[in-house]
């Protein structure tokens, strides 16, 4: 940290590059308490200089940027942050901010296309239905299957995960695609009940398996 130059405001500028594919993603301004949390977190985090304010990347969209490593120029007053993302980088849904040439043409970057967009589609999906579940047990509904789970606590939730484990098991067994998907789906449904009940955020398991990656 001592040898971060921050300017006159106290603030350094960080671009962010996927440690992966070395594409640039994004430019932002970090100060000291921001750069110090992105080191803790290992999350990539902000000073908003309209806001004045600290944020982290992802915390609202679930597209966290996850710090591989961080690097600082010959001057010490640039850095480059290292990341493997979560899910895109910028506001509009692309993975780049950084998708338009100087004349306005969009690029035409195949990670941007219909497949990359469905897969992001779905796993935002994935949040949702996991934030759904929380309202379910924040604002009840009568007669929702979701508040019934929560009312019988976590004896009947770990029962139901074990139920649904060994129907995957069966369809696996009878090697059925459709039967396969049926119950893993019912797994993992019931899965996100159980994290609420311990109020495990969703994205501590994406970083779990993200560091198993490595």
Partial sequence: MKNVKFNEKGLIPAILQDSNTKEVLMVAYMNQE?????????????????????????????????????????????????????????????????????????????????????????????????????ERKDKPIEGSYTNYLFNEGVDKVCKKVGEEAAEVIIGAKNADHDEIVYEVSDLIYHLLVLLNIYQIPLEDILIELEGRSK
Avoid at 65 to 92: F, S, W, Y
């Fill in 34 to 134: 921001s750069l110090e949390m992105t080191l803790r977190s290992g999350k990539a985090t902000f000073w908003s200089r309209s806001r004045q304010e600290l944020w982290v990347k992802g915390e609202t969209s679930g597209n966290y940027q996850l710090v591989e490593e961080i690097r600082i120029d010959c001057d010490n007053d640039t850095l480059l942050v290292m990341v493997k993302p979560l899910g895109p980088a910028c506001h509009t849904g692309k993975k780049s901010c950084f998708y338009r040439k100087l004349d306005g043409q969009i690029l035409d970057n195949k990670e941007d296309g219909d497949s990359y967009n469905y897969f992001l589609e779905k796993a935002v999906f994935l949040k949702k239905l996991y934030q759904l579940i929380k």
